[in-house]
């Protein structure tokens, strides 16, 4: 008895164009027996099946369960169909037309499948820097618009030989449909120029030739997936140290590209957590404890005065063939001078870089989107994206409830993306930098209207930060016919923990960063709110504090050591302390200019609590780049103290906790011969205590048992680890950042969500 035929129509949505769906659904479907059709569409793929029942039923099974490794399947759903009698399985042409709700794969390293036919001397591709196949290689910095086909990407110009249009358009073969395909006969080219541009070594040997260079010292800008790397042997003193003066870069550390895990575990300590995220197919840059015996294969300027290393694998052809032939670890930091984006145009990179690199490894595919690494740290077995880029863009999260209208939040000022959102999507942009000059700021337009084109998205409202003058706050007064919603920074900083969670409060939220705009017209942060995603009152602080010189105090820590102690000893300092002595002759005006209020605004930043402690403990009075005080401070701290000093917290109105508390006894400390380490550790467990104490009052008074920590403070292993801890031992449930960055990197997700939640409350 034959039984009777079904058709089934079946609409598959979520990352499932680029990644090699379509030619998974056909080889599943062949193998059960199945006829009917695949295709692209503006949606995602849509696929007919017909055969029996059973067979139907096994196939929908397996299409999750076996699906290919870089999908991402948000909704699976189906229909009923009449039955055709088709014979066949067919692969439809994409069907470009409609609104675009498809999603777009981030890039992805190199496969194990593809590694092995690099390195295979019968292969055809062997040792061609541009293999790939439909489980890896580049996705969203080559596409210029959607359906995910060769021609709207930038390898449109390159013609498939007969060999891989053979492969392309065979079903059983794994580049099947992978639109990058090509190889050494058809595909792109490398060139080594001098930084004039002129060519020193074609395609043949230019490879070996740029791994001679960086063997000789040598600085050389490397093109990859998402832009330019300035690369050095990571081995070589003079050439870190001249790449830093180069660059612009006095200390902060560098990224150190190493061949495999067992390489990596020569350089430092790998948990289990770092290993994964290491060997992810994202690849992002893993901040990592570093071994002492490091110190023979990273030169000093590499990362100076750091007890960690940024270490990342390989993510390229290109990036294996020429680490295996240089032969040793490799630093690869951003193509960029230090506070402009990543160089990724030919032509801008040369122009950019040539005072920088002594030679260019380039090649002929263009890069349509730029894209930096990526940058996680491991926190309690847990993985922590720090910087959200290269590898996770443009890949969203998925929020509820869903928003009304569509939505652009223009995110911060400092580590800035914007974010876009549409029904339940939140699509975070790749990391822009720092909008601080023009350069940056065309590279957030530019971003924001690649987004709103690929995902087919015309905002309606529009959500920015509160402070005026942000280049990201008057980029969206500019705009004509939104709604515009302004968002208090740290309110964001808790809304972003809480979509991170997939949470909508209320909750205390925690929120300790550098700056951020007040709604009383100070600068906040060390905030305790009472949050959830439509709103928020300011329910404790920090006590404020002023700041001598305004931004000149972020650069001088010293001068908020002076201000704190000024608040610790109000009757002058006791003892000779070292910081004062170090700045005696700029110490009396600054104290001045703070107890007189003259271009001194007041700060609850927990940011520049951190600063004071550093400067005080003799860590560093100075900075060169975010953070470096407090992130100095962490390191130096001693892990196995368990001590910690004792800040007053208030308990009547707005609940202010006392830093100079803080202070006074770091300095006591400090006079009476205690170890720095030791104060740095009690300074760091102090705050934390001060924390769990005020989330204790405000629990008391609201009735809140869940906590959100946010904000640049928190990327502080030590401090983050002490604060969770002693809120999970007081009882509270604890919510932290993993897939989305706690700094200002993760401010735009936190603004798209308040905007839609109070956009949802002004509709209902």
């Excluded at 490799?330 to 990543?342: F, K, L, M, Q, Y």
């Excluded at 720095?676 to 048992?705: K, Q, W, Y």
Aim: aromatic share 6%; charged share 20%; hydrophobic share 45%.
């Amino acid at each position: 008895m034959v039984s009777e035929l079904v058709r089934t129509g079946i609409r598959v949505e979520g990352v499932v164009q680029g990644v090699g769906f379509r030619p998974f659904v056909y080889g599943l479907a062949v193998s059960l027996g199945l006829a009917g059709l695949v295709g692209n569409d503006v949606d995602g793929v849509f696929a007919e099946v017909e055969g029996e029942a059973e067979a139907i039923g096994k196939f929908l099974a397996l299409l999750r369960q076996q699906a290919p490794p870089l999908a991402r399947i948000e909704r699976v759903s189906t229909t009923a169909l009449s039955p055709t009698g088709q014979s066949d399985f067919v692969i439809e042409a994409s069907q470009p037309a409609g609104e675009r709700r498809a999603l777009v794969s981030p890039d992805s390293a190199t496969c194990a499948d593809c590694l092995r036919e690099l390195a295979d001397p019968a292969d055809r591709r062997y040792r061609y820097p541009f293999i790939n196949c439909t489980n890896c290689g580049p996705r969203f910095t080559i596409i210029r618009d959607v359906p995910y086909d060769r021609a709207l990407t930038t390898m449109s110009g390159f013609a498939m030989c007969a060999d891989c249009a053979a492969e392309y358009h065979d079903p059983a073969d794994r580049r099947f449909h992978a639109q990058p395909v090509c190889c050494p006969a058809c595909g792109p080219e490398l060139v080594l120029t001098d930084a004039a541009g002129k060519q020193l070594s074609g395609a043949a040997d230019a490879l070996a030739a740029a791994a001679e260079l960086i063997r000789a010292g040598q600085v050389l800008a490397v093109k990859g997936l998402g832009g330019y790397h300035l690369m050095v042997d990571a081995a070589n003193e003079a050439a870190a140290a001249a790449l830093r003066v180069r660059k612009h870069r006095e200390d902060k550390p560098f990224a150190v590209m190493v061949p495999d895990v067992a390489a990596a575990r020569r350089l430092a300590d790998l948990d289990e957590t770092a290993e994964q995220m290491l060997t992810s197919a994202r690849r992002p840059v893993v901040l990592v404890p570093r071994h002492a015996a490091a110190a023979g294969e990273v030169a000093p300027s590499v990362a100076p005065g750091n007890t960690h290393l940024g270490l990342l694998l390989p993510y390229t052809p290109l990036h294996h063939l020429l680490l295996a032939a240089v032969g040793r670890p490799i630093v690869a930091t951003s193509g960029n001078v230090s506070d402009e984006p990543i160089a990724y145009r030919d032509a801008d990179a040369l122009t950019r870089l040539a005072r920088i690199a002594d030679a260019f490894l380039m090649h002929d595919r263009a890069i349509h989107v730029r894209a930096d690494d990526s940058v996680a740290r491991a926190i309690g077995g847990r993985q922590v994206v720090l910087r959200r880029s290269r590898g996770h863009a443009p890949e969203p999260l998925r929020v509820g409830p869903e928003f009304r209208r569509p939505v652009l939040a223009c995110g911060a000022e400092l580590k800035n993306t914007f974010c876009l959102a549409k029904g339940n999507r939140a699509f975070i942009s790749h990391h822009i930098g720092d909008l601080e000059n023009a350069e940056t700021l065309a590279a957030f337009t530019a971003g924001i209207e690649h987004y709103r084109r690929l995902f087919d998205i015309e905002p309606r409202v529009v959500a920015h930060d509160l402070h005026p003058d942000y280049l990201s706050t008057k980029y969206a007064a500019d705009l004509a016919g939104v709604e515009l919603v302004g968002v208090q920074h740290h309110h964001a900083h808790i809304a972003s923990c809480l979509a991170d969670n997939d949470a909508d409060g209320p909750v205390i939220g925690v929120a300790f960063d550098g700056t951020g705009y007040g709604l009383d017209g100070t600068i906040w942060g060390g905030e305790f709110l009472i949050a959830s995603l439509a709103s928020f009152d300011r329910a404790g602080c920090l006590e404020p504090v002023p700041m001598p010189g305004g931004a000149a105090a972020i650069r001088q820590p010293w001068r908020m050591a002076a201000v704190y102690l000024a608040a610790a000893y109000p009757d002058g300092v006791a003892g000779n302390l070292a910081v004062r002595s170090r700045n005696n002759q700029n110490w009396a005006a600054v104290a001045k200019m703070a107890r007189r209020e003259i271009n001194s605004p007041l700060t609850s930043s927990a940011g520049r609590l951190f600063d004071a402690a550093a400067a005080l403990i003799g860590v560093r009075d100075t900075i060169n780049y975010e953070g470096q005080a407090a992130i100095e401070l962490e390191q130096i701290a001693d892990p196995a103290e368990r001590s910690g000093y004792q800040a007053a917290v208030g308990t009547d109105g707005l609940v202010r906790v006392r830093g100079s508390d803080l202070i006074r006894a770091a300095a006591e400390d400090l006079a009476a011969g205690t170890a720095r380490p030791a104060v740095a550790a009690r300074f760091h467990n102090g705050v934390a205590g001060a924390v769990v104490a005020t989330c204790g009052v405000l629990r008391d008074r609201h009735n809140l048992g869940v906590v959100a920590l946010s904000g640049g403070v928190f990327q502080n292993l030590l401090f983050t680890s002490a604060v969770v801890a002693g809120l999970r031992r007081a009882g509270f449930e604890v919510l932290t950042h993993g897939r989305v960055p706690c700094n200002d990197g993760g401010i735009s997700l936190g603004q798209a969500m308040v905007a839609g939640a109070r956009d949802r409350a002004l509709s209902g």
